[in-house]
């Protein structure tokens, strides 16, 4: 069986994100989720400033450990406990800083004659919708990405519906959900539900 093409396609919504690659694996479509914009940076500025004042406030207690040892004398245990404390933390926030200043993975969606492998992409600070930030939402950007890799027979056919003020586009792989392009704009997932809809009848 022919792989499916990019001319089998529908026509792409205008200002589409979607890049559409013919593999010798399948058609690959890929796309970077929006990553927050100015918020993102307001954020960056909190924790940097935060790590200002952390390190003085670290150099400080250091200085008073190596004075008691120098001293001869033990240290506070009290000020060793919260200065290790300080020092774990500080390196937390690092780790966050350096994952929010870091380029955005994107989205893949492979669709192969008989593959189908499905990553998901750096989700967004900010959710579109509500212009706000959700820290259940954004905590998830620091989390592994999920890669799904499996057998174009264990798909299910694509679903589009609408849950909620939120439209969704899922497709079950065995007892698992998965959801495609949560973050994209409707006429994009409204495509991409066709273009899976069109790869689905391939069978």
């Not at 205008?14 to 690959?28: H, P, Y």
């Not at 040892?69 to 245990?77: E, G, K, L, N």
């Not at 404390?85 to 690092?94: A, D, K, P, R, T």
């Amino acid at each position: 069986m022919a792989h499916l093409k990019q001319a089998d396609l529908p026509e792409i919504p205008a200002g589409s994100s979607i890049t559409i690659e013919e593999t010798v694996d399948g058609l690959r479509l890929h796309w970077l989720n929006p990553r927050g914009g100015s918020f993102r940076y307001a954020v960056i500025l909190v924790f940097l400033f935060w790590l200002v004042v952390w390190s003085v406030a670290a150099v400080c207690a250091v200085a008073e450990v190596m004075r008691d040892v120098q001293r001869a004398s033990t240290p506070d245990p009290f000020r060793l406990f919260w200065l290790g404390i300080w020092l774990v933390s500080g390196g937390f926030i690092v780790y966050l800083v350096l994952k929010l200043m870091a380029p955005g993975k994107p989205e893949v969606l492979l669709l192969g004659d008989c593959e189908f492998h499905h990553r998901t992409g750096t989700p967004p600070l900010v959710l579109r919708e509500s212009r706000s930030w959700d820290f259940s939402h954004s905590w998830r950007e620091f989390r592994r990405l999920k890669d799904t890799r499996t057998d174009k027979v264990k798909v299910g056919r694509p679903l589009l519906e609408r849950v909620g003020e939120h439209q969704r586009l899922t497709v079950d792989v065995g007892a698992d959900r998965i959801e495609i392009g949560e973050f994209l704009r409707e006429p994009e997932r409204e495509w991409l539900a066709q273009v899976l809809q069109l790869w689905f009848a391939e069978r």
